[in-house]
């Protein structure tokens, strides 16, 4: 199995940006992607980003692209949200995936960010 726990949630102001942190660690060989979604209250969970680990192709929702980037250390199994220009639309908590099979995602516990204006 394999499992995440991310890190770097918090307290920013409209405008700032935040460095999110997910690692994972286990059978972290058997991880195709890793990710992140996010969901705001009251709104289903959605796609943010994600890095595919051969590669390291990236893909991104369209709301974020521009303002988000996905990078990761394979060395570290760690992969990073770097989230810039951040407006009201970001407050949610931001959950870390991994991908180990075409229909099998593992997630983290989830991350706050809280967008203040």
């Known amino acids: 199995q394999v499992q995440l726990v991310e890190s770097g949630g918090g307290l920013v102001q409209a405008g700032g940006s935040l460095t999110l942190s997910c690692t994972a660690s286990?059978?972290?060989?058997?991880?195709?992607?890793m990710g992140w979604f996010r969901q705001s209250p009251g709104k289903e969970r959605e796609f943010v980003a994600r890095i595919l680990r051969i590669g390291r192709r990236a893909d991104y929702a369209d709301s974020v692209k521009g303002r988000f980037t996905i990078s990761e250390d394979n060395a570290k199994n760690t992969v990073y949200l770097h989230m810039i220009n951040l407006g009201s639309d970001g407050t949610a908590v931001y959950y870390c995936?991994?991908?180990?099979?075409?229909?099998?995602?593992?997630w983290g516990k989830g991350t706050q960010v809280t967008v203040s204006s």
């Open positions: 286990g059978r972290t060989v058997s991880i195709n992607y």
């Open positions: 995936y991994a991908q180990v099979s075409d229909d099998v995602k593992l």
